[in-house]
């Protein structure tokens, strides 16, 4: 099956520019999350829908990110403006329904994230 | 609240020495617990998972619910085994459940 496909993989911008990050999850997957991985720690999540609809977004910084996924399947994660401590890498995951029992639940499948510099 | 802490930031063994990745979790409820592998250059992915009770590459890992802990053994470590290991948890009752993730380690093996 194909993967979880993001982009643009690199991204160089200066303070109170505004960045937008493209996922588009594996087919049938319900469940997109977006995770901020700063280096050296794990990811965080900041947020996570289910089909169209967002179930948690506790950890977004609301003033200066959103993210949408019209239609319940592509989902754009924006930021502006930017600050310096936004320098990550933004890793969007998909998986099928959670909370349900069964193989598929729970499981995230990553793609390879899109790095953001903020100088 | 949900909270996974790796306590180590780097192990190094030579190659065919054993293994033990440290993790441990804070959780209120019934926990599913997971760990999770990256390889250089390579996506975040899953290596296993404790409901499925496998041995995946070699490694094992038993929920230790007294002690809250979720460790990762290799009995035998490989050169190829070098990566960056992270835990995390995830409740396993409620629909949308938030998948949580500690800070990671480095796995060096050295031939």
């Known amino acids: 099956e194909a993967g979880v496909a993001q982009s643009p993989r690199y991204k160089i911008i200066e303070k109170r520019q505004s960045v937008a990050f493209w996922c588009n999850p594996i087919s049938g997957h319900a469940t997109l999350y977006w995770y901020q991985q700063i280096l050296g720690q794990g990811p965080k999540l900041l947020i996570q829908f289910q089909n169209n609809g967002v179930v948690d977004d506790s950890q977004l910084p609301k003033d200066r990110f959103s993210a949408e996924r019209l239609k319940g399947v592509d989902s754009t994660l924006k930021i502006q403006p930017a600050k310096l401590e936004d320098s990550a890498v933004y890793l969007c995951?998909?998986?099928?329904?959670?909370?349900?029992?069964?193989?598929?639940?729970?499981?995230?499948?990553f793609g390879a994230g899109s790095r953001l510099t903020v100088l | 609240a949900q909270r996974v802490t790796q306590p180590e930031k780097l192990l190094s063994v030579f190659k065919g020495a054993p293994v033990e990745l440290k993790c441990n979790y804070s959780?209120?409820?019934?926990?599913?617990l997971f760990w999770y592998v990256q390889y250089s250059r390579q996506r975040l992915q899953l290596l296993l998972r404790?409901?499925s009770r496998e041995s995946i590459k070699g490694f094992t890992a038993d929920l230790n619910k007294g002690e809250t802990s979720f460790h990762l053994k290799k009995p035998f470590a490989q050169e190829e085994d070098s990566a960056m290991y992270y835990c995390a948890l995830s409740p396993t009752t409620g629909a949308n459940s938030k998948l949580t993730f500690g800070k990671g380690i480095t796995l060096s093996v050295r031939p």
């Open positions: 959780y209120s409820g019934s926990p599913e």
């Open positions: 995951a998909s998986s099928l329904i959670t909370g349900q029992s069964g193989s598929g639940a729970n499981v995230l499948t």
């Open positions: 404790h409901i």
